[in-house]
Structures are given as structure tokens and as C-alpha cells.
Nanobody, 127 residues
Framework: QVQLVESGGGLVQAGDSLRLSCADS????????MGWFRQAPGKEREFVAA????????NLADAVKGRFTISRDNAKNTVYLQMGSLKPEDTAVYYC????????????????????WGQGTQVTVSS
């Protein structure tokens, strides 16, 4: 089974960088498309980034392009979200998720496509 645990959140200042990690304790991590979503207070959860099983394909939300990158290390069963030039509007709970279906870019932004979710990690960016 897939069990996802996020880490790396915290309180930072605008302009800072932060790296989130999401580790899977299972043995099938490389079989999953991995995604990051976030939910700000009072708002719906939104797509941030996704990466294909082997890492060759990536999709990022327009709001984070040029500032965030997604990567994965299948040997470590871990997906990363490197966040730079952070803004107060990036403040949210960040969730990682796993989708066992093959990569389709249109699918990656749909939270309903993901089969497993982590518990989330809080990122707070002060101005």
C-alpha cells in the first residue's frame, strides 16, 4: 500500500526558499504519478505540480511556474517540491498525492484522479 508522509513545511519570509518532501513507505512508489496540491484557508484545494513515474514529464500550475520545481528520487521513494521566491499567497497546507494511472497531463490537475494522499504540511510565508 501507499502511505505518503510530507515534511519540510514551516514559517518563512517572502522571497525565501523551502523544499518539501513526500516519502512513501511502500514498495511501489515508482508505479505512481505523483502530484502536489495546496489548500489555503477558506479556499478549495488547488493543483501545484505533478511528475510522471520516471520523472521525464512534469506539469506545474501557472501560479508557480518559474518559482517551484518538482522532482523525484525513486530509489528513495520520495518526491520533492522545491519552492523559491515564496510569496504570502503561497501560504497553504501542501499535500502530496499518488495516482496509479499512466501519465496524462490533463489528468494531473484533477485531484479526483489521485488514489492516495498524505496528511499535509503547513507552509506559511510572512510578508
Amino acid at each position: 500500500q501507499v502511505q505518503l508522509v510530507e515534511s519540510g513545511g514551516g514559517l518563512v519570509q517572502a522571497g525565501d526558499s523551502l523544499r518539501l518532501s513526500c516519502a512513501d513507505s511502500g514498495r511501489t512508489f515508482s508505479n505512481y504519478v505523483m502530484g502536489w496540491f495546496r489548500q489555503a484557508p477558506g479556499k478549495e484545494r488547488e493543483f501545484v505540480a505533478a511528475i510522471s513515474r520516471g520523472g521525464s514529464y512534469k506539469n506545474l500550475a501557472d501560479a508557480v511556474k518559474g518559482r517551484f520545481t518538482i522532482s523525484r528520487d525513486n530509489a528513495k521513494n520520495t518526491v520533492y517540491l522545491q519552492m523559491g521566491s515564496l510569496k504570502p499567497e503561497d501560504t497553504a497546507v501542501y499535500y502530496c498525492a499518488a495516482d496509479r494511472s499512466p501519465w496524462r497531463v490533463q489528468r494531473t490537475t484533477d485531484e479526483g484522479a489521485y488514489d492516495y494522499w498524505g496528511q499535509g504540511t503547513q507552509v506559511t510565508v510572512s510578508s
